[in-house]
């Protein structure tokens, strides 16, 4: 698979939905991440990203705006002790809780499918980072319906070990947008990494479109020494 531009992929889509990119700093230095979240509807546009622990949680801007939290207010990203999880929906607590007792990753999906959304059925994307003495592997899920089949749940894991430097993966819900809106196909997107914290997080954030972006997060994290940098930006502030 050749290496895609990250800023021509969301440049040249105006709704991948929800996105998720893990990979390695172009030092080689950090393990990266990056989670965004977009929206079409009035409830979706109507959040932020704040912080929480060590993680992050979705909240409404307005809360007098709310309208159905349920599969718009969740925890994002939550670490448990090496590991930092990055999802797009509530299974970020599902991960948690079955890797907290001794399941794996793709184990502890096994109880979840794609979001009841009729007619688009979101699939649900999602990231684990492992760093253990010096080492970093990685690894992303999709959850998805078979072609818009209800019935039908695809689930695909892939697993990156000792990932590249300046090298990462992207996954997001949507090919593009639509009515329904049509599933992401085929595995994780190879993409470039580059930069700091900061140019990384500009970068990403003023490549999705103007209209559709809601919150981004990012996360660079010392691969040995384990401490980490956030940066969190939100359209609405």
Same mark, same amino acid.
């Given at each position: 698979?050749?290496?895609?531009?990250?800023?021509?992929?969301?440049?040249?889509?105006?709704?991948?939905?929800?996105?998720?990119?893990?990979?390695?700093?172009?030092?080689?230095?950090?393990?990266?991440?990056?989670?965004?979240?977009?929206?079409?509807?009035?409830?979706?546009?109507?959040?932020?990203?704040?912080?929480?622990?060590?993680?992050?949680?979705?909240?409404?801007?307005?809360?007098?705006?709310?309208?159905?939290?349920?599969?718009?207010?969740?925890?994002?990203?939550?670490?448990?002790?090496?590991?930092?999880?990055?999802?797009?929906?509530?299974?970020?607590?599902?991960?948690? %809780?079955?890797?907290?007792?001794?399941?794996?990753?793709?184990?502890?999906?096994?109880?979840?499918?794609?979001?009841?959304d009729a007619p688009?059925?979101?699939?649900?994307?999602?990231?684990?980072?492992?760093?253990?003495?010096?080492?970093?592997?990685?690894?992303?899920s999709i959850l998805?319906? %078979?072609?818009?089949?209800?019935?039908?749940?695809?689930?695909?894991?892939?697993?990156?070990?000792?990932?590249?430097?300046?090298?990462?993966?992207?996954?997001?819900?949507?090919?593009?947008?639509?009515?329904?809106?049509?599933?992401?196909?085929?595995?994780?997107?190879?993409?470039?990494?580059?930069?700091?914290?900061?140019?990384?997080?500009?970068?990403?954030?003023?490549?999705?479109n103007e209209d559709?972006?809601?919150?981004?997060?990012?996360?660079?994290?010392?691969?040995?020494?384990?401490?980490?940098?956030?940066?969190?930006?939100?359209?609405?502030?």
């Open positions: 698979m050749n290496q895609m531009s990250l800023e021509q992929e969301l440049k040249s889509n105006a709704y991948p939905g929800r996105g998720i990119v893990i990979g390695r700093s172009e030092d080689g230095t950090k393990a990266v991440t990056a989670y965004f979240i977009m929206g079409r509807s009035a409830n979706s546009r109507n959040r932020v990203f704040a912080e929480d622990g060590e993680g992050i949680r979705t909240q409404a801007f307005d809360p007098a705006k709310l309208e159905d939290p349920s599969l718009i207010i969740y925890a994002p990203v939550r670490v448990l002790g090496n590991k930092t999880i990055v999802t797009n929906g509530d299974q970020t607590d599902t991960i948690y %809780d079955g890797m907290d007792h001794q399941m794996t990753f793709e184990q502890s999906l096994r109880c979840r499918e794609f979001e009841p688009n059925y979101t699939p649900r994307i999602s990231g684990i980072m492992h760093i253990e003495n010096g080492n970093y592997n990685y690894a992303m998805k319906s %078979d072609n818009g089949n209800p019935d039908s749940c695809l689930r695909f894991t892939y697993a990156y070990q000792s990932p590249a430097s300046g090298e990462g993966r992207f996954i997001h819900t949507y090919m593009h947008d639509g009515n329904p809106l049509p599933s992401f196909e085929g595995e994780p997107k190879k993409v470039g990494i580059s930069g700091d914290i900061d140019a990384f997080t500009d970068l990403v954030w003023n490549s999705l559709n972006k809601v919150s981004l997060f990012v996360r660079f994290i010392d691969i040995a020494a384990g401490t980490y940098e956030t940066r969190i930006v939100n359209k609405n502030k």
